[in-house]
């Protein structure tokens, strides 16, 4: 098996069931303040369910920024896309959001605009650190 494949599946594996505990909290502080939270087996199974699929993508995805053979394009490509894929159908699945046109193209927008503020950060955050190494190492 490909050592990124595994890497994948291993990252997935450690902190997929974060997800899970998040929508829980989330949940129990809501059923807490609001009055009209009912939630019934089934769809806490599909919150579960979803939600660890997310969390399983969200950490095994950052495999992609270590694949060194690539350009960074294509791992930011494949990182964004997986990201948005599993966040949309988590998200439509537990009617987070409405299946809608405009719902979805404002989302997609929202997601776009926090992806690349955050890659921004963190792009400039490690270019800052690999020049003060460099530097030192000098």
């Known amino acids: 098996m490909n ?14 069931g974060f997800g899970p505990i998040i929508a829980s909290i989330v949940y129990f502080i809501l059923s807490l303040t609001l009055e009209n939270i009912h939630i ?7 919150i579960t369910l979803s ?6 993508v969200h950490a ?7 694949i060194e053979h690539w ?4 791992s930011l490509l494949f990182h964004l896309g997986s990201l948005y894929i599993v966040y949309s159908l988590c998200y439509i699945i537990n009617s987070w959001i409405p299946f809608d046109a405009k719902v979805l193209l404002i989302f997609t927008l929202i997601f776009l605009v926090v ?18 190494i460099n530097e030192r190492i000098k």
């Open 3 to 16: 050592k990124y494949v595994k890497e994948y599946l291993h990252r997935g594996l450690i902190f997929g």
């Open 71 to 74: 350009p960074i394009a294509k």
């Open 115 to 132: 992806y690349f503020i955050i890659y921004l950060t963190v792009y400039l955050i490690v270019r800052s650190t690999s020049k003060k």
């Open 60 to 66: 095994g995805s950052s495999v992609f920024n270590t």
């Open 40 to 46: 019934t087996g089934n769809q806490m199974l599909v």
């Open 51 to 56: 939600t660890y699929l997310l969390a399983f």
